[in-house]
Structure formats: structure tokens, C-alpha cells
């Protein structure tokens, strides 16, 4: 089955938790997604895309990096109910979070680099994430409620309903994942293919697949694309390619893909009814 890309899957980082324990804990609904390969640096590029932290590993002193998401109002940030959802699984409560929007975030250890800024709020899940509603949705959406406005990014907007509509006319078109997670630079495969460094990376993907739920996004090394890996789970696929990408349109959300991170990203949109529901709560909607 395809990887659930948040920093609790990393081999390299030490771990609380098994790969088994967590797949369990996330519910495995659907691939997850995290880290950004054969992208650039993203410097201040996308302000309001940041990282979520939380003291989920006992054997790193402090708070752990664990996911990607964005801003999309002063005082919401978006990313997966799979992070939120492993973060209450292993006894992490809902107020003790933080979100960072510095482009450079976390030691390679996943800890939280000193200076960087902390900005704490409270996490909600989607109240029917996970596979046992039987409706083919997976609602792997969250948001963290900054317990006070951030002003240092312009929040990023959202689709209008059914936005993004099943349509061969959308294949082809180019989009930017944003993210944190695990790099990649070399086109093999093996123990040192990936690192993490905590820095903000993005990258321009092609659309190669589109249901009612999912983007299907293609990210292979060997026709020179790349796309996101382990760490940029919950973390904005923006429309377009360039400057129209700040404060930009987010459209999707980072969830999954296989493994080696060297394949197919598979995102959640967010022009649905039902991801519109749940963020109707917390933002107004276009």
C-alpha cells in the first residue's frame, strides 16, 4: 500500500511509535504524502505555508516537526487529518500544538530550530476522518486555530464549489506543492536517496489523474519531475506555476503517494461539499 508521507514513516528519525502502530493510528485511509524532491529552495516565495510541530517523540528533547499545511485565514491553518489524527493517537492534546512559517523550521533531527518563530493553537480533525463511513471519502482535512491572528503572510484562497470538476480539459495542467519533507537531489533509490533539513522547498507538477475526491499528480525522477515525500502531508498543491502562486489558490492538499517518493502524488481536493463543510466552519468560503 502507498505511504502515509508524514515525519512519523521516516526510518532515519527516531521514532515513537512503529510503522504498523501508526498506520493503525491514522486509520489508513489513503496514501499520505511528504517532503519535496528535485524542487527548489523556497526562500519567501510562500510565506503562509508552515510547518506543524508537537512534542510527539520522546526521544528528541522538545517539539518534533510532524507535518505542512497553510494559511488561509490570519487564524487558520490548513493540513490532513492523518497528522492530527496520529498526534491524538499517541496522547498529544489538541492545545498543544504549534505552527511555524519560517522557511527554515527544524533541525534534521525533526526538532524545532532554535529562534524559529512558534505560533500555538488548538488542531481539529475531521470528525469522519478514516475508512469505515463507507462514502468513499477519506475527509483527510484538518485545521489549527492560531490561538491569535498571524499578519506576516497574506492566507491563501480556496476553490469554489466543485471547482475543479471531472473534466479531461484539467489534464496537463501544471500546479506547485509546497512542503518541508524529505528531499530528494539523486534520481536512485536506497538508504541515502532521501534527507531532511527543515527547509521550505516547492516544485511544478503535471495533472495526470482527477476523480471526485483525488488529484493524481505525476513526480517520476526519470522524466525529470519530482513532487512530495515524507513530511509535506497537509501541505498546499497551489494552481498554477510562478508568481501566481503567492498568496495564491490552494486547490488540494497533500496526502499521499507511494513509498520511494518517486511516482504519484495523490492529493485531496478542497472544492468538494464535503471538505467545504468542514472548512465552512472555521473560514468563509468563496
Not at 502507498?2 to 514513516?9: G, Q
Not at 491572528?149 to 475543479?164: D, K
Request: net charge negative; aromatic share 8%.
Amino acid at each position: 500500500m502507498d505511504e502515509m508521507r508524514d515525519r512519523t514513516y521516516l526510518g532515519r528519525m527516531k521514532k515513537l511509535v512503529s510503522l504498523a502502530a501508526v498506520a493503525a493510528a491514522c486509520l489508513a485511509v489513503a496514501p499520505s504524502a511528504g517532503a519535496i524532491t528535485f524542487g527548489q529552495l523556497d526562500g519567501n516565495t510562500h510565506p503562509n505555508v508552515g510547518g506543524l510541530f508537537a512534542d510527539w517523540d520522546p526521544t528528541v528533547p522538545g517539539p518534533d516537526f510532524l507535518c505542512t499545511g497553510t494559511l488561509i485565514s490570519p487564524t487558520v491553518f490548513l493540513t490532513a487529518s492523518h497528522c492530527t489524527a496520529f498526534l491524538t493517537s499517541v496522547g498529544v492534546a489538541p492545545d498543544a500544538v504549534f505552527v511555524s512559517f519560517d522557511p527554515d523550521v527544524a533541525n534534521d533531527d525533526g526538532s524545532v530550530r532554535t529562534g524559529a518563530q512558534q505560533l500555538p493553537g488548538t488542531y481539529h480533525t475531521h470528525p469522519r476522518f478514516g475508512p469505515h463511513f463507507g462514502d468513499g471519502d477519506a475527509h483527510d482535512i484538518a485545521v489549527v486555530v492560531l490561538d491569535s491572528p498571524y499578519n506576516g503572510a497574506i492566507p491563501a484562497s480556496l476553490p469554489t464549489l466543485n471547482e475543479l470538476a471531472v473534466k479531461k480539459s484539467l489534464l496537463g495542467s501544471q500546479y506547485t506543492a509546497v512542503g518541508y519533507g524529505d528531499v530528494r537531489e539523486i534520481k536512485q533509490t536506497g538508504a541515502n536517496a532521501l534527507f531532511f533539513d527543515g527547509q521550505r522547498r516547492f516544485v511544478a507538477q503535471t495533472l495526470t489523474g482527477l476523480t471526485k475526491i483525488w488529484l493524481k499528480m505525476t513526480m517520476n525522477p526519470l522524466k525529470d519531475s519530482g513532487g512530495t515525500c515524507f513530511g509535506d502531508s497537509g501541505g498546499p498543491h497551489f494552481a498554477g506555476t510562478g508568481s501566481q502562486t503567492y498568496p495564491g489558490e490552494v486547490v488540494a492538499l497533500t496526502v499521499g503517494g507511494d513509498g520511494a517518493c518517486r511516482s504519484t502524488d495523490v492529493d485531496y481536493r478542497l472544492d468538494t461539499a464535503s471538505a467545504r463543510d468542514f472548512l465552512g466552519e472555521f473560514v468563509n468560503l468563496p
